[in-house]
């Protein structure tokens, strides 16, 4: 069962739905990799959320299963009146509509959208856990996050994720893509 809070959103008063800051991360290492990402920031635009800033491209070594292609990685933070299940359900078919398939974990994908975070609510279900458990470890994740959210913290512990970025060793690969892709 899970555990929230709804601090830090707001409420769109037409409608009386909570409105909540997420932020989520965009990965693609098959094919068109930028169309591909592209195409999940537009399905998910379409079904309402609205994008408030958006990273960079970053190009980024694989972690986990090694022996497959580099990433290309985004984080946008977006302004959404959805609950984090429907949000899920909502990234779950934006993969499935770019051609994901079940595959092995953290191998290779058309396309990849994690919930990093969702305003200040804290949750551990089965299927989702916010914020990201892996999140903390992640360089690929972080460095796009902090562009966008450069003073961005923890707030469970106050935490800056850029003392926690600060805190990894270098050891993948994390870099801003300068290759447009057809």
């Not at 469970?156 to 060793?169: E, H, N």
Request: charged residues 30%; hydrophobic residues 40%.
């Amino acid at each position: 069962m899970g555990t929230g809070s709804m601090r830090g959103s707001r409420r769109d008063e037409a409608n009386n739905i909570e409105k909540a800051e997420a932020y989520l991360l965009f990965g693609s290492n098959l094919g068109d990799r930028r169309a591909l990402i592209e195409g999940g920031l537009s399905a998910l635009e379409q079904w309402g959320v609205e994008w408030a800033a958006r990273s960079s491209y970053y190009e980024t070594e694989p972690v986990g299963v090694e022996d497959q292609p580099w990433f290309l990685n985004l984080v946008a933070r977006g302004i959404v009146a959805l609950s984090p299940q429907s949000l899920l359900m909502l990234c779950k078919e934006a993969e499935a509509a770019a051609g994901r398939q079940k595959a092995i974990r953290f191998g290779p994908r058309r396309l990849d959208i994690d919930i990093l975070l969702y305003g200040r609510l804290e949750l551990d279900e089965p299927d989702l856990c916010i914020p990201h458990p892996r999140l903390h470890e992640r360089r690929f994740a972080l460095v796009p996050l902090l562009e966008i959210s450069p003073d961005l913290a923890d707030f469970r512990d106050g935490k800056p994720f850029a003392d926690i970025l600060c805190g990894l060793d270098d050891g993948k690969k994390v870099a801003k893509s300068t290759t447009r892709e057809s």
